[in-house]
C-alpha cells in the first residue's frame, strides 16, 4: 500500500491550475484588446503543481488566496448590488459577455463561496495529511 494524494487535494490544485490558465488566457486576451491586466489567480499555474508535489510554500499561497476569497466576496457582493449602477458584465478568459441580472450574480457570489470555504476545509485536511495525521491509502498498482 501506498499513500495517495486525497482526491479532493487534487481537485482543488485542478481548480487552482484551471484558475491560472483561464487568467493568463484573459490578460493575454486583454492586452491584445490594447489593455494590460493581470490577477492574482494568475499564481494558480504555481500553486496546483505546487499543491500536487506536497510544497508547503505553495499550500500557504493557496490558502492565503483562498482567505483573500472567503473575506472579500461578501462585502464586495454587498457594495455593488447596493448602487443602482451600470449592468453587471461577466467575463470569461477576458471577454466580456452579455450583461447578467443581479439575481445571476448573487448566485455566482453565493457559488464562489462556497466553493472558497469547502477549499479552505480541504486545504486545511492537506496540512493533517502532509504531517502524517491523515492517511489515504490504495493498492499498488502492478
Not at 493557496?62 to 449592468?87: C, H, Q, Y
Amino acid at each position: 500500500m501506498t499513500t495517495a494524494l486525497p482526491l479532493p487535494v487534487r481537485i482543488v490544485a485542478l481548480l487552482f491550475l484551471v484558475g491560472g490558465i483561464s487568467s493568463a488566457i484573459g490578460s493575454v486576451v486583454k492586452y491584445f484588446q490594447g489593455h494590460f491586466a493581470i490577477d492574482l489567480a494568475i499564481l494558480g499555474l504555481c500553486i496546483g503543481p505546487g499543491l500536487i508535489s506536497g510544497n508547503r510554500t505553495w499550500h500557504k499561497w493557496a490558502l492565503a488566496l483562498t482567505w483573500i476569497e472567503v473575506v472579500l466576496i461578501p462585502p464586495v457582493t454587498v457594495i455593488i448590488l447596493s448602487g443602482a449602477g451600470p449592468p453587471l458584465f461577466f467575463s470569461i478568459l477576458g471577454i466580456t459577455v452579455e450583461p447578467i441580472s443581479r439575481p445571476v450574480f448573487v448566485g455566482i457570489a453565493l457559488f464562489g463561496e462556497g466553493l472558497s470555504i469547502w477549499t479552505l476545509w480541504v486545504l486545511n485536511r492537506y496540512v493533517a495529511f502532509m504531517r502524517g495525521e491523515l492517511t489515504v491509502t490504495r493498492p499498488d498498482i502492478q
